[in-house]
């Protein structure tokens, strides 16, 4: 048996994974062979899919799976994977190899049962920000039940690439069944394999270099049902996780309003999710808690006041992380430089998102005059 299974779900999307094949796996697969499988599974149309299959290394095990769903598809992953630990991947992922070699370090000690991976990206100021947990301790004895009390907003798992997993699969079917649309099913088949005492370790060098998409085909308020369902059903398994799963549900709700601030903002194409304030207005108030007041305002503000709120408060965090002087002029300078910054990244999507649309509208004609 493996160390690790690379687990990597996809659907109609030929040229993100066989980026990720050149980038990352075959490099992965000359140096780790021996300890390491390779999953796809896919959801393409035929077409697509045969394709996948001609250009994929053969060293890399291919399964076709004609059940669609995202759920359905990482359900498939995990139950195909034979190793001690998984690791579920995006297709269009971006792999650091001095990170992943790190990883390898860790998986062949085999000691931790959940390894969780930090993650680089770019802010909206393009200021590198590395994601790598500082609420939690770095030790050998830090445990699951550690994680879940020390940030209670934080969800593990919610992001598909950000954790290594000691692999159990016992509950995975169950869960599927229970979740068979969940976008975010991997959160409570994830949980499912660990314990409250289960250990876990973060590395320190990032091993994912995370790129924010511009468009972004789900349905926000889909995707907000999903992930308190997704809250709700680990809450149901773990009496820690249940204490604060409002604050986690909380959570969810600012992220879903800033996703709708952003659109409103022009940084980001919803395509799915044109009129969503008043749902989200309603969704409040179905989780409605004392603490939620500052939610239902800034989602009852006209749309440019919520966004210069957004702006605001983007820029004055931007400056409370990177400005390095007290001086309050310096930091008022820093403010207003980090403004225009974020007002000229302003411009620079929605010329982007422009040229998507359009783009998407030539497709579609030329589509449309294939099928005459």
Known sequence: MKALTICIPTYNRVEQLQELQTNFLLVALERYADVIDILVMDQSSEAMAAL?????????????NTQRGYASNVSALLNEANSTYVWLISDDDHILWDGFEALMLEVTNNQADCILLP?????????????????????????????????????????????VIRLDKQHISNIHQLLPQNVFVQ????????????????????????????????????GFDDRVAAIKMVADQLPSFKANADSRIAA????????????????????????????????VLRHFKPQHWSMLAVLLLPKFMAVTLYKVIAVGLNVKMNCLSRKYVDRFNFFVRSYGTLNRKIKSRQAQI???????????????????
């Open 52 to 64: 996948n299959q001609r250009t994929l290394d053969p060293r890399i095990v291919y399964c076709r």
């Open 119 to 163: 993650i680089k990206t770019l802010t909206l100021f393009d200021e590198t920000f590395i994601e790598n947990y500082p609420f939690l301790k770095r030790s050998s004895t830090t445990t699951l039940q550690e994680l879940l009390i020390r940030d209670v907003s934080y969800l593990p798992f919610i992001l598909l690439s950000d954790s």
């Open 354 to 372: 422009m040229q998507f649309k359009n783009d998407a509208i030539l497709q579609a004609k030329a589509e449309a005059a294939e099928g005459a």
């Open 187 to 222: 959160v409570p088949i994830l949980f499912s394999m660990l314990q409250l005492s289960s250990t876990v370790s973060v590395l320190t060098t990032p091993v994912i270099h995370y790129v924010n998409d511009y468009a972004m085909q789900w349905k926000v308020v889909a």
């Open 252 to 283: 969810a709700m600012w992220g879903a309003i800033t996703l709708s601030v952003e659109r409103d903002a022009g940084l980001l194409y919803l395509p799915h999710s044109e009129n969503i304030r008043q749902t989200l207005r309603l969704r």
